[in-house]
Structures are given as structure tokens and as C-alpha cells.
């Protein structure tokens, strides 16, 4: 799908995302509980919007809210810019109103200092400091 496409060269460039990133947000993408989402419906990577933006997971919750989620790795402050992006983006794709609570947007990084942390705050960014676990 071209918007697909689009999106990611948008969002990775030409080389695309990290190994670190990617395996990040495709092991939250399949355990939401470590965000606090137990009532997850459903999921979505990659989520592709119509203005060629892409979030990095969309999860859809069975009281009909959603929760959309932001992957950084080293650097969470532009992430969190891009949370209130894609919290605004999923708005209007659902019609609802612009910090609807409906739509919540969640910051992943392996580190948050405290400066991103008041961003969040003041913006209504919920974060979480997450690795993946060790392989064993």
C-alpha cells in the first residue's frame, strides 16, 4: 500500500528504523500489560494515517477508547512531540473531538529524564521507561 510506504520513508527516512526500535515496539505491540492496556482489542503497527504519518502502535480497547503509542529508544523529547502528533492524527480519524479523552498517548524509552517528563505532564502524555527483557 503506497500510504504505507510513504509513512515509513517519512517517519525512517531511507534507512529505515533502528534494530533496537523495531524490536522494542513490536514486543510492546504484543504485551500491552506492561503499559497498564489489559483490555486491548485490538493492534496495530505501523499505524498508517491519511497525512502520510505513521505511529508506531495503535491499540484499540474494548470500552471503544483507544491508545496510541510512541517507541523511542535514546531520544524521548522528539517522541513525545510526535505522541501529541498521532494523539491528534487518531482524533480526527476517529471524528472525535481534538484531547478527546477517548484517545490517550503513551511515550516508550528506555530512559525519561526529567525535563521529558515535565513535557509529558504537561501535555497528558502517559510514559513509561520500558527495555526488553533479556533473552534468555
Not at 485490538?42 to 491508545?67: C, K, Q
Amino acid at each position: 500500500m503506497r500510504r504505507a510506504a510513504v509513512a515509513q520513508v517519512r517517519k525512517y527516512g531511507v534507512g529505515g528504523e533502528g534494530k533496537a526500535h523495531k524490536e522494542l515496539k513490536e514486543w510492546i505491540a504484543k504485551h500491552p500489560d506492561v503499559l497498564g492496556l489489559t483490555d486491548v482489542v485490538s493492534s496495530t503497527v505501523e499505524h498508517p494515517f491519511i497525512s502520510g504519518d505513521a505511529a508506531d502502535i495503535v491499540f484499540g480497547l474494548r470500552s471503544g477508547a483507544y491508545a496510541v503509542v510512541e517507541i523511542e529508544t535514546t531520544t524521548p523529547l522528539p517522541g513525545a512531540h510526535q505522541a501529541i502528533k498521532y494523539r491528534a492524527l487518531l482524533c480526527a480519524e476517529k471524528q472525535l473531538p481534538l484531547g478527546s479523552s477517548k484517545v490517550r498517548s503513551i511515550l516508550v524509552a528506555w530512559a525519561i529524564p526529567p525535563n521529558v517528563r515535565r513535557f509529558c505532564a504537561d501535555y497528558a502524555i502517559d510514559f513509561q521507561e520500558y527495555e526488553i527483557p533479556p533473552r534468555i
